[in-house]
């Protein structure tokens, strides 16, 4: 079992920036990939970044991808996803996720262990 803490949500203006935060804990928190995925009200959760278990892979949605940067700190036990230049339709709740094994994947499905989420608010 794997339980994820987001953190670092709030209320932005746009062209600002926030820093999100996902706190692992338990035994199986071992060599898997983990993601972030959002979600905005009447809209189905999507994909958002993506890192493998040495962050040597990562991946990006095209709408975030040069403004948004994931990391890890398996030490810590922490993922992080730096958003820069918000804009308003960034502007959902965020999700971290880990899936069991360390291949990164844009699907919501291939993720077992999900975060509450976090909420962003990007004001224009």
């Known amino acids: 079992q794997v339980q994820l803490v987001e953190s670092g949500g709030g209320l932005v203006q746009a062209g600002g920036s926030l820093r999100l935060s996902c706190a692992a804990s338990g035994r199986t928190f071992s060599n898997n990939a983990m993601g972030w995925f959002r979600q905005a009200p009447g809209r189905e959760r999507e994909f958002v970044a993506a890192?493998?278990?040495?962050?040597?892979?990562?991946y990006y949605a095209d709408s975030v991808k040069g403004r948004f940067a994931i990391s890890r700190d398996n030490a810590k036990k922490m993922v992080y996803l730096q958003m820069n230049n918000l804009k308003p339709e960034d502007t959902a709740v965020y999700f971290c996720?880990?899936?069991?094994?360390?291949?990164?994947?844009?699907?919501?499905?291939?993720?077992?262990?999900w975060g509450q989420g976090t909420q962003v608010t990007v004001s224009s």
């Open positions: 890192i493998s278990w040495t962050g040597g892979t990562t």
């Open positions: 996720a880990v899936r069991t094994i360390n291949r990164v994947s844009s699907k919501v499905d291939d993720y077992d262990y």
